[in-house]
């Protein structure tokens, strides 16, 4: 099964991308932490990358394009993988159908976390995030057990610097201007919204409860 997370920012994707594939054992793929980590290994791709991704704006769909390809297929998708991030423009989900098509893998099902905008800033500014396992939590809704540090590895917990309100503005202006038109691309496809501006727990009883239908194959295209 090939999952796609769709949504702007700070909708909550991160969270339930670590949910799902917790519960599916299978792997998340998030381009923008796959970029992340070129820039703290300092290569020449994340240097490109950087100046980009600090000004809220999109990394070229061709080394994307490329990051992808490679990834998926990695022996631990196998089994099937979800999508975090990717795509979003319309080239990039045009490359993946074609992508998919190529490896014999099926269309990929879509998860669209919806999410009104005014929710999104405040969300953003009480997002903290794990340098080390890239775990999200929220100071609002999801803390930490012990503040500032991370539960499952205890490394301190970051803002991270696209988060910074202004940076974080322009992600949303970028996501309703180029990454949004995306959705009408896939309404020939497996999609389904999901109401995203509830709990997480709630978020993801109704992911999985969709999930579940499209395991047992009684879906209903929508
Ligand atoms: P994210 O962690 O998904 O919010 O991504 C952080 C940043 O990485 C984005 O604001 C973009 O600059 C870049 N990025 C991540 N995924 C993509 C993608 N599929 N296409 C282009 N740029 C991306």
Request: glycine content about 8%; aromatic content about 6%.
């Amino acid at each position: 099964m090939v999952l796609l997370l769709f949504g702007p920012p700070g909708c909550g994707k991160g969270t339930q991308a670590r949910l799902i594939t917790n519960w599916m054992k299978i792997p998340s793929i998030s381009t923008g932490e796959m970029l992340r980590a070129e820039l703290r290994a300092g290569t020449e791709l994340g240097r490109m990358a950087q100046s980009i991704m600090a000004a809220g704006g999109l990394v070229g769909d061709d080394i994307v394009n490329q990051m992808l390809t490679a990834r998926i297929q990695c022996p631990d998708c196998r089994n099937g993988f979800l999508l975090d991030g990717y795509p979003r423009t319309v080239e990039q989900a045009e490359f993946l159908d074609a992508l998919l098509a190529r490896l014999g893998l099926p269309p990929a099902i879509v998860l669209h976390l919806d999410v009104p905008e005014d929710a999104l800033v405040g969300r953003m500014i009480s997002r903290r995030q794990c340098p080390t396992c890239s775990r999200v939590y929220n100071l609002l809704h999801q803390p930490p057990k012990s503040p500032g540090i991370c539960d499952d590895d205890g490394t301190a917990l970051i803002t991270r610097k696209d988060d910074r309100e202004h940076v974080f503005r322009e992600r949303l202006k970028t996501y309703d201007d180029v990454t949004r038109p995306v959705l009408a691309h896939y309404h020939d496809h497996t999609y389904h919204q999901i109401r995203g501006d509830r709990s997480p727990g709630y978020i993801f009883e109704a992911i999985t409860s969709v999930l579940e239908k499209e395991l047992s194959g009684e879906s209903l295209v929508n």
